[in-house]
């Protein structure tokens, strides 16, 4: 489940003088480059399709360590692969790298869905700590440390060039990715987490909880009825109700509580905990029971995501 990572493997690390010279004859597409104002050479290029530079300093690799090792990351890397791709990685460059630290963590799965992976989004609501970006085939979550983001594979890959194995085929796949961007001792409470902590099964498994709890902490919204039921209409409020939940069904929920976010920009109320408390109201409201139902395709989507751990291993 692994995709890009960010390794950094130290000189320190490497114990080799010879490393700037040797490793650098490796490399695919290679360039050296001089910075003028401190004398330093170091060299770009990649190693089995990672972007990798060498200085002085270091080496860092950078990219799908999926890609590296299968044909593409519609296949899944497993814990096992993952393992077999840093130990390909050591073979080729004859270095330490399951001793690198790591910086970035991609973790994702492609699920299989019934429907168009867009026609998910819009039930897919706020996350606390998260703002929440929409793109014409892709949901964004981000904060200073992390990225949720959801996003029709298959368009995906056909936008980059990319062949599309048979098995998916005439398939609708919805890809959940969570990424660590930075910080990640801080974030796993660790004081560094290297590349052979990645397939360790404990770490590992905590990963699949991670992505599946970051998951769940995303408000799912409901399903508005189509019209009014007049059986659950006995006072004026509950017809206020009922026109405000059909209102907000035209408009879409995600861009109503966006409106209350373009309230507070404009400094519209006198105290700012009213824009908190009319999101909480609306949220309540959308989640009134015989006017509103949960969703068939979050259902769905609950259950493709927690099946994910029975298959961690």
Known sequence: MYDTLNLWLSNEAIKESGY????????????????QDTGEVYFTGSVLGMLTSVSSAGISLKGSICKSYLPDNFHTLTRQDTQRAIEQLEDITNL???EADVKRIDFAQSLTVTQSPQNYFSFLGECNH???LTQPKSLYYQNGMRTKIFYNKIAEGKAKGQIIPPIWANKHILRYELRYTSRLPYQFNKTKIQAQNLYNEGFYIGMVERWIKEY???HKNNSILDK???KQIETPKDFMYQMALLQIKEIGIQKTLESIEQLKAQNQFKHKEYYS???ADIKKLCKREAL???SNLIAELDKKVKQVKKYCR
């Open 20 to 35: 700037l010279q040797r490793v650098p004859t490796l490399l695919t597409n290679a360039k050296e480059t001089y910075k």
């Open 228 to 230: 009014m039921n007049i």
């Open 277 to 279: 408390r009319l999101k």
């Open 292 to 294: 509103t139902e949960g």
């Open 216 to 218: 769940e902490t995303i």
């Open 96 to 98: 330490p790298i399951k």
């Open 130 to 132: 998260y703002k929440r």
